[in-house]
C-alpha cells in the first residue's frame, strides 16, 4: 500500500526525456567527449578550433535542454517529475554522475599528471586543449586550475541560463542568478587572468578572486602571498587590505543588512554553482534532526580550526623585533584573543537569549581557542598548534576541508546528498556569516498569517535542509543562520506565504504562535502562558 | 489527568492533541484508520506529480508523537456510545475516554450517479484515493483518458496531476465557469483560459449523467447529461465538493444534520463530545460563514479553540476575518474578507486586470459607506496581518487602494503593481461621478 512503492514501478510519463532533450543531452556529451579524446592525447589540431568546439557543445546542449524543458509551458513552478525522474531522485544515472564528478575532482586535486600537466615542459592532454585560451587571457599557459575555472565558469553561466528560464516568473531568481554569473565570470575567472597578465620580473601578485573572502579562501594570508602583496607596492597592499577588510568590515555590514545572502546566493561561486548546475539536486537535502545536529558540529568545529590554523600560519612567519615592526608573534596573539574574546563577550552579554542552549557549545570553542593562542605562544618559536607544526596543519586543511570536502564530496556529490552540502556543512564562511545572520542583521524570512497550509514544499525544496514549514505553520518568521536567501521556499509556495526581507531589527523574530485566526484574546492567552512548543 | 480520545489525525485533530498537550499532561490518544503519522492532506497532488516524496509531507518526524506522548492508533471506530463514554475499535478492543473529539473530516461527494461507484471512480481526498489514482492512472499508456467532474478546488488540483503525466483530461464543470459559484466571471473567465492553456478540455455546464461499467466492474466511458456524448476514459475523478464524514456515527445519538451539530463552544448534543473540522456543523455560523467550513485553516483554529475548554479555559470558537489561498496551475490566489461572485445588495466592486499576465485583484466595497469588505488576488501576494488590520479597522475601499503597496507581499524585485491599480480606480471613480 506504500505510494512510494507505487510510483517507482510506474509514473513513466514524467520520467522519461522528451526527444529534444535526449537530442541536447548528446550535443553535450560531444563536448565531453572532445575533452576526453583530448585527454587521452588524440591529436585535436587546431587546439583552439576544438576549444571552442568543444565549449560550444557544451553551452549549446544545455541551452537546448533548458528550451526542451520549459520553452512553450506556461511561467511557474517546474518541479513535476523531480522525485520521478533516476537522474534527481537517486536513480543509478545519478549516481552514475556522481561517481563521474568525484573522479574527476580526485584527478584534479591529486593527479592533474592525468590529463596533462607536466611539471617540465609543455602540457599534453585535456589542459593543453585550453592552453589557447589560457594564452588569449593570460598570456601564458593553462595549468588544471585554468582548466577547472573555465569549465566551472560555463557551468554557472549556461546553467544559470537554465536557471532563469526555469524561474522565469521570478524576478529575485533572475537577478540572483545573473548577480552569481556575473561575479563568476568577472571576478573568479577573468580579472585574475588578466592580472596574471600584468605580472613580469619585478611585479607579481598571487592569484587573486576578489569576491573570495577569508575564511573560504583560507590560504588567503599565507607567507608566499603577503609577501608578494607587500612587494608589489601599492596595489598590492591594497589588495592585502582588502583581504582583511572584507572579512572585518565589508562582510558585516552587507550581513547586517541583507543577510548572508549576499554572499552566498547573490556572489559566491561555490554558491553560483550549487545554484545553477546543482539547482536540479536541491530537495535532496537531508532535512531529519539528526543531519541538523551533524550540520551544527561539523561546520563550527571547521571554523574553530580554521581560524586557529590561520593564526598559527600568520604566527609563523612574524617576527619578534617591535622595532623593525609593529605586529609581531606577541602582539598579534593578543590582537587575535583580544577580538574574539569581545565577539564572545557581546555575544554572552547582549544576545544571550538568542543562543539559549547554544551558549556552551559557544564557550567550549571559544576556550578552545584561546588554549591554541596559549599552546602556540609556549611552542615557542617551533610554531606549533596542540604539537602540530603549523604548515602541516594548513596542509591537513587542505586537503581535508579545501579538496576532499568542498570539492570532491561537495560538488561530486551534488546528485547524492543535494547541492549545497559543503555550504551547509562545511563552509567556515557560511559559518561566520551565519553566525551574524543569527545574532544581528536585518535579514529574515515573513510568514504570512495563517496562510500556510503546511503542505511541505519549503521544506522540500530548502538546499540547505531548514525546516521551513515548522515555522511557517506555526506562524513564525524564519531566522536561521544556515539560510542562505535562495528565495525557492517563497517561489514554491502554493499559497503565498513567505517572503524575504531586509526590515527593522525590532520585529524580526517572532516567537509566539501567532494568529492562526481565532480571535484575538485567544492568542494573548496561548502566548502569556507558553514559551514555546 | 483527564482521558482524551480524538477520532481523526488530520489537521484539526492533531492540532487539537498538540495544543491539549501545551497545556496539560491530559492522557491522550489519536486514533485514525486511514494513516498511521499525522500528513498533509493539502499536498497529496504533490506526491503523484513527484514534487515530493510521501515522507515530505509529513510535518512532524515520527519520533515526535512519542516524545509527546501523544498515543497514535491505526484503526477504525466503529460504534461511538456518548452515554458510557465509550468507543468501538474494528481491530483492538473498545476504549473508554473522559472527554472526546470528533475530527473526522469529509467524504468526496457523490450524488446518485449510475456507476459511482465502480473501479476507477474515486475522489481525491484520501491516501487511499492517491493510492488508486496510482493505480488506476499510473501513466498515459494505463490511463488514455481521464474524466474529473465537478470544477473546484480539487477538480483543478486532479487536473493538474493527471497532466504532470500526459494524460488528457476532459472536465465536466456545471457552472457558466470554473468556479463561478464562488468567484466572480471576470476571475472565473480568466481561469477558464489558463486551464485550457495547460491543454484541459475544460466543458462549461456540462454535468455527469453516467459512468458506464466496461463489464468488469471498471469504469470505461462516462455519458454527459446535457449531450449524451459518450467519452471513453480509464479514470474518472469525482470532485464536485465533499461532505462531513459522519455515517459511522449514526447509531450514536449524536445530533447529526450535514455534519455532527455543534454550538459555538464545539459542545455536541452530549457532555464531553466535541466535533471540530470538517466533520462540524455550526448551529450559529458567525457572519457570512457557512455552517460546514471544509477548510484547512478553520480545522485548525477549531483545533485550538478545543484544546482550550479541555484545558479549562473554555473558549469560543470565534474565527476572525475570512481569508483563503489556492493555486490554479500556475496562478496563486488570495482571499482576505468577502468576495462573492456578485456584489451583495448594496455593494460595489472594483476589477483590475493587468493586459497581458494572470495579474488582477477584486474588490467588494458597501455602495453608501464605501467600506471595503472583501479582495480577491490572483498572480499577486498580500500580507495577511495587513488585510486583516484594514478589515478590522473598517477601513474604506479608498484607502486600501491608497495605501496599496503597504500590503504588498510579493517577492523583493517584483514588479508592484500599485500606480496601474489606482489609476484605474481613478478611472472607475471619475466613470461614476459622470
Not at chain 2, 455543534?262 to 448534543?269: A, D, G, I, R
Amino acid at each position: 500500500m506504500s505510494i512510494d512503492r507505487n510510483l517507482s514501478l510506474t509514473g513513466e510519463a514524467p520520467r522519461a526525456l522528451n526527444n529534444e532533450q535526449k537530442g541536447a543531452t548528446a550535443l553535450g556529451m560531444l563536448g565531453i567527449i572532445i575533452m576526453l579524446l583530448a585527454t587521452f592525447n588524440v591529436e585535436l589540431q587546431p587546439k583552439w578550433l576544438f576549444l571552442i568546439l568543444s565549449l560550444s557543445a557544451i553551452a549549446g546542449g544545455i541551452i537546448w535542454f533548458s528550451k526542451a524543458s520549459y520553452a512553450g509551458l506556461s511561467k511557474g513552478i517546474k518541479n513535476d517529475g523531480a522525485f520521478l525522474k533516476p537522474m534527481t531522485s537517486r536513480g543509478v544515472v545519478a549516481y552514475a554522475t556522481g561517481i563521474g564528478l568525484t573522479g574527476f575532482y580526485i584527478i584534479l586535486y591529486f593527479f592533474p599528471e592525468l590529463i596533462g600537466l607536466n611539471e617540465n615542459g609543455a602540457n599534453t592532454g585535456l589542459i593543453s586543449l585550453f592552453d589557447p585560451l589560457s594564452q588569449f587571457l593570460a598570456n601564458r599557459p593553462a595549468s588544471e586550475w585554468f582548466v577547472y575555472g573555465t569549465l566551472y565558469t560555463v557551468a554557472i553561466l549556461f546553467f544559470g541560463i537554465k536557471f532563469m528560464w526555469k524561474y522565469r516568473h521570478n524576478r529575485y531568481q533572475k537577478l540572483r542568478t545573473f548577480s552569481v554569473s556575473f561575479f563568476q565570470l568577472g571576478f573568479a575567472f577573468i580579472i585574475p587572468e588578466l592580472m596574471a597578465r600584468l605580472n613580469s620580473e619585478n611585479f607579481s601578485l598571487p592569484y587573486y578572486d576578489l569576491k573570495n573572502i577569508w575564511p573560504l579562501n583560507y590560504y588567503n594570508f599565507d607567507k608566499y602571498r603577503v609577501d608578494s602583496m607587500i612587494e608589489a607596492g601599492d596595489i598590492g597592499i591594497g589588495l592585502l587590505l582588502f583581504g582583511v577588510a572584507s572579512i572585518f568590515i565589508i562582510t558585516p555590514i552587507l550581513t547586517f543588512r541583507y543577510g548572508k545572502r549576499w554572499y552566498c546566493s547573490w556572489v559566491c561561486g561555490c554558491g553560483g554553482l550549487a545554484e545553477t548546475a546543482g539547482d536540479p539536486y536541491r530537495h535532496l537535502s537531508d532535512k531529519s534532526t539528526k543531519a541538523w545536529k551533524i550540520e551544527r558540529w561539523l561546520i563550527h568545529v571547521v571554523v574553530v580550526f580554521v581560524t586557529l590554523m590561520t593564526t598559527a600560519v600568520i604566527y609563523s612567519y612574524l617576527g619578534t623585533d617591535t622595532s623593525q615592526y609593529w605586529l609581531t608573534k606577541s602582539s598579534f596573539l593578543l590582537g587575535v584573543a583580544g577580538i574574539l574574546t569581545l565577539v564572545f563577550a557581546w555575544v554572552m552579554l547582549f544576545k544571550r537569549d538568542r543562543i539559549q542552549k547554544d551558549a556552551q557549545y559557544g564557550a567550549i570553542g571559544f576556550f578552545v581557542f584561546i588554549i591554541g593562542l596559549i599552546s602556540l605562544h609556549f611552542s615557542s618559536g617551533s610554531d606549533q598548534l596542540f604539537l602540530f607544526p603549523a604548515g602541516d596543519l594548513q596542509k591537513a586543511y587542505g586537503f581535508l576541508i579545501g579538496s576532499i570536502f568542498s570539492g570532491v564530496v561537495g560538488t561530486g556529490f551534488y546528485p547524492i546528498l543535494g547541492n549545497r552540502v559543503w555550504c551547509r556543512f562545511g563552509c567556515p564562511m557560511a559559518a561566520i556569516l551565519g553566525f551574524q545572520q543569527k545574532l544581528f542583521s536585518r535579514f529574515r524570512i515573513t510568514t504570512n498569517g495563517g496562510q500556510c497550509i503546511s503542505c511541505g514544499n519549503c521544506s522540500t525544496y530548502c538546499e540547505m535542509g531548514i525546516d521551513v514549514r515548522a515555522y511557517a505553520q506555526k506562524g513564525q518568521n524564519i531566522v536561521r543562520s544556515s539560510c542562505v536567501g535562495c528565495g525557492v521556499c517563497s517561489a514554491v509556495c502554493p499559497r503565498g506565504v513567505l517572503k524575504l526581507e531586509n526590515d527593522k531589527v525590532k520585529g524580526r523574530i517572532n516567537p509566539k504562535d501567532v494568529l492562526l485566526g481565532n480571535d484575538v484574546n485567544l492568542m494573548e492567552y496561548v502566548n502569556s502562558k507558553i514559551k514555546s512548543f | 489527568m483527564k482521558k482524551i480520545v480524538i477520532i481523526g489525525n488530520g489537521i484539526a485533530g492533531i492540532t487539537a492533541a498538540r495544543h491539549i498537550r501545551k497545556f496539560s499532561n491530559h492522557h491522550i490518544q489519536v486514533i485514525s484508520a486511514e494513516t498511521e503519522y499525522f500528513f498533509s492532506r493539502t499536498a497529496l497532488m504533490y506526491v503523484y506529480m513527484g514534487h515530493m516524496n510521501w515522507k515530505h509531507l509529513l510535518p512532524y518526524e515520527n519520533d515526535f508523537w512519542q516524545k509527546n506522548d501523544i498515543n497514535l492508533i491505526h484503526d477504525y471506530v466503529t460504534h461511538v456510545n456518548p452515554t458510557d463514554k465509550v468507543l468501538s475499535l474494528q481491530e483492538n478492543e473498545s476504549i473508554e475516554y473522559d472527554d472526546l473529539i470528533i475530527a473526522s473530516g469529509s467524504k468526496p461527494n457523490k450524488f446518485g450517479w449510475p456507476g459511482q461507484d465502480l473501479k476507477g471512480v474515486r475522489g481525491l481526498y484520501s491516501k487511499q484515493d492517491l493510492e488508486s489514482l496510482e493505480y488506476y492512472a499510473p501513466n498515459n499508456k494505463v490511463c488514455k483518458k481521464a474524466v474529473i467532474v465537478g470544477g473546484g478546488l480539487i477538480g483543478i488540483e486532479l487536473a493538474e496531476m493527471l497532466r504532470s503525466r500526459d494524460i488528457p483530461v476532459t472536465m465536466l464543470v456545471r457552472e457558466t465557469n470554473f468556479w463561478n459559484n464562488v468567484l466572480p466571471d471576470e476571475e472565473a473567465s480568466m481561469l477558464n483560459n489558463h486551464i485550457r492553456e495547460h491543454h484541459i478540455d475544460l466543458k462549461l455546464e456540462r454535468n455527469l449523467d453516467s459512468i458506464i461499467d466496461d463489464g468488469n466492474g471498471k469504469v470505461k466511458s462516462v455519458k454527459v447529461k446535457e449531450t449524451g456524448e459518450i467519452i471513453d476514459c480509464d479514470y474518472v475523478g469525482l470532485t464536485p465538493g465533499v461532505s462531513p464524514n459522519v455515517a459511522f456515527l449514526k447509531e450514536s445519538g449524536l445530533k447529526i444534520n450535514r455534519g455532527i451539530v455543534v454550538n459555538k463552544y464545539l459542545e455536541t448534543n452530549y457532555d464531553h463530545v466535541y466535533a471540530i473540522g470538517d466533520c462540524a456543523e455550526q448551529k450559529e455560523p458567525k457572519g457570512n460563514r457557512p455552517p460546514v467550513e471544509a477548510v484547512w485553516y478553520t480545522g485548525r483554529m477549531m483545533g485550538e479553540v478545543v484544546a482550550q475548554t479541555i484545558c479549562d479555559n473554555k473558549t469560543a470558537y470565534n474565527p476572525g476575518n475570512w481569508f483563503n489561498s489556492a493555486k490554479f496551475l500556475d496562478i496563486e490566489y488570495q482571499t482576505y474578507g468577502w468576495v462573492f461572485n456578485q456584489p451583495k445588495e448594496e455593494h460595489a466592486d472594483f476589477y483590475w486586470k493587468h493586459p497581458n499576465e494572470n495579474i488582477c485583484i477584486h474588490i467588494h466595497y458597501e455602495k453608501t459607506s464605501r467600506k471595503f469588505t472583501g479582495i480577491n488576488t490572483f498572480g499577486l501576494r498580500l500580507r495577511h496581518e495587513v488585510m486583516d488590520q484594514w478589515l478590522n479597522e473598517e477601513r474604506s475601499v479608498d484607502y486600501v487602494i491608497d495605501h496599496f503597496s503597504s500590503a504588498n507581499f510579493d517577492p523583493e524585485f517584483y514588479i508592484d503593481h500599485t500606480k496601474n491599480i489606482q489609476q484605474s480606480f481613478q478611472q472607475q471613480k471619475n466613470k461614476v461621478a459622470v
